[in-house]
């Protein structure tokens, strides 16, 4: 398969840097879109796409994207999980907001999204969590964002067995440190002085690969 003509996904993160252009590639390549975001007007440069504004740290906010996009398309091929927050310091001065809104949007919210997916991707389909090498390489003054990108990896992981039943492909991808403007971002702290990342239109290029592919797990060294 070359393209994605005929197939439904839903793109949760569509309005940050890696999420809008794995979006816009699909789009090109035929794929009917929604794509999730919490600012409507962060989203709207999705011409034609179905527009869903959601914040992940409710507890419904994953049931409901999920839900809104099968009624839209009346069927579901894909999603691809492209949210995330980061924060930087010591673990002793990440405060317990700070982890709450971390393990909300970095682990909860993909639970919550791969809970309501499974049961509604059709056979074939595809569930995609972009993370982050730090679910492999753990980083001091990165030590909460880096337990919370493993225990996400591990998800994946472990559900891609469950999945497997379904006739349904789980890829967790671990991209290199990118140039996504996210550490500028940060919810918490500074970022420390990090060498120049990958350019984020070839890393949404190599996930775009893995989607069309048979990977299942893309990790840091895969973007060498």
Known sequence: MTDFSGKAYLVVGASGALGSRVAQALAARGAALTV????????AAFDG???????????????????AAVEQHGHLDGVVIAAGVV??????????DTVDDLVLVDF?????????ALPE????????NISAVVAEKPMANMAVYSAVKAAAAALFTAVRGEARRRK????DVRPPHTETGLAGRA????????PTGLD???????????LLGDETDVPSSAFN
């Open 121 to 128: 991707l059709a056979p074939g389909g595809v569930l995609l």
């Open 87 to 96: 924060a930087f310091g010591p673990v002793t001065d990440i405060d317990d």
């Open 200 to 210: 984020p239109d070839v890393v949404a290029e190599r996930i775009v690969n893995a």
């Open 49 to 67: 796409a179905h527009v869903v504004t959601a914040d992940l740290r409710d507890p419904d906010a994953g049931r409901s994207v999920v839900a």
């Open 36 to 43: 999730t975001g919490r600012s409507a007007d962060a989203l």
């Open 168 to 171: 349904i492909r789980v890829v």
């Open 108 to 116: 909860l919210a993909p639970l919550r999204v791969v809970r309501a």
């Open 187 to 194: 919810i918490a702290g500074e970022p420390p002085r990090l």
